[in-house]
Nanobody
């Protein structure tokens, strides 16, 4: 059974940094494309970043490009989202997600990820 557990969220001032972690059990993160999404109150879920399984290919939403970095540690079976120069509009619950088939492409669509973590709150104060 696949289990994804996020951690690392918190309260930070604008301009600050946080690193989110997504620990996976049940499957090897290296083999599957992993994504980060976020959802702010009253808003739709939004794609943030993704990394393709078995490669270092990554993709980012325009709103976070140059500020966020997604990476993977195969030994720890964990995916990270390093967030820098945070802005109040980055405030949301952040979720990691995993695609179902190994070596599948990066997807920007949340419905194409069947496995999700419980989410971690990120709050950026002005």
């Amino acid at each position: 059974q696949v289990q994804l557990v996020e951690s690392g969220g918190g309260l930070v001032q604008a301009g600050g940094s946080l690193r989110l972690s997504c620990a996976s059990s049940g499957r090897t993160v290296n083999n599957f494309s992993m994504g980060w999404f976020r959802q702010a109150p009253g808003k739709e879920r939004q794609f943030v970043a993704a990394i393709r399984g078995g490669t270092t290919n990554t993709a980012y939403a325009d709103s976070v490009k140059g500020r966020f970095t997604i990476s993977r540690d195969n030994v720890k079976n964990t995916v990270y989202l390093q967030m820098s120069n945070l802005k109040p509009e980055d405030t949301a619950v952040y979720y990691c997600a995993q695609r179902s088939r190994p070596w599948s492409d990066i997807s920007y669509i949340g419905d194409e990820y069947p496995y999700w973590g419980q989410g971690t709150q990120v709050t950026v104060s002005a």
